[in-house]
């Protein structure tokens, strides 16, 4: 009797959606999760390679920023699915870097030292 207590609340945790029909229920997965398309930097030596696939075609602003917080490049992209770019720090002076992207209201930062 243990064993299936145990289960049963193994299975309660399980995120379900629940319809009632009648007297019995029928469950089944959500058929919306939730999730963001984060964007992906990949930096080879001083280069930054930034790819990001905008499903909602939102506006996209760019920023790189230096560590006194001056904006050294911004771009703002609107109405593009893919939106590919590259960043060159080859010829940067010595320091920390930070390219922002800011999307549907959220911000993400890529942190690059350049020595």
């Given at each position: 009797?243990?064993?299936?207590?145990?289960?049963?609340?193994?299975?309660?945790?399980?995120?379900?959606?629940?319809?009632?029909l009648g007297n019995s229920a029928v469950y089944?997965?959500?058929?919306?999760?939730?999730?963001?398309?984060?964007?992906?930097?990949?930096?080879?030596?001083?280069?930054?390679?930034?790819?990001?696939?905008?499903?909602?075609?939102?506006?996209?602003?760019?920023?790189?920023?230096?560590?006194?917080?001056?904006?050294?490049?911004?771009?703002?992209?609107?109405?593009?699915?893919?939106?590919?770019?590259?960043?060159?720090?080859?010829?940067?002076?010595?320091?920390?870097?930070?390219?922002?992207?800011?999307?549907?209201?959220?911000?993400?930062?890529?942190?690059?030292?350049?020595?």
């Open positions: 009797m243990r064993k299936i207590r145990n289960f049963g609340a193994t299975v309660a945790c399980i995120a379900l959606t629940s319809l009632t089944a997965a959500d058929p919306d999760p939730v999730s963001k398309e984060r964007p992906y930097l990949r930096t080879e030596g001083e280069r930054v390679f930034l790819n990001f696939l905008n499903r909602d075609m939102d506006q996209v602003k760019l920023r790189v920023v230096d560590a006194t917080g001056r904006i050294l490049y911004t771009e703002v992209i609107k109405d593009e699915l893919i939106i590919e770019k590259s960043f060159n720090f080859e010829n940067a002076f010595e320091g920390t870097y930070r390219i922002v992207i800011i999307s549907s209201g959220e911000k993400f930062v890529k942190k690059i030292r350049i020595s």
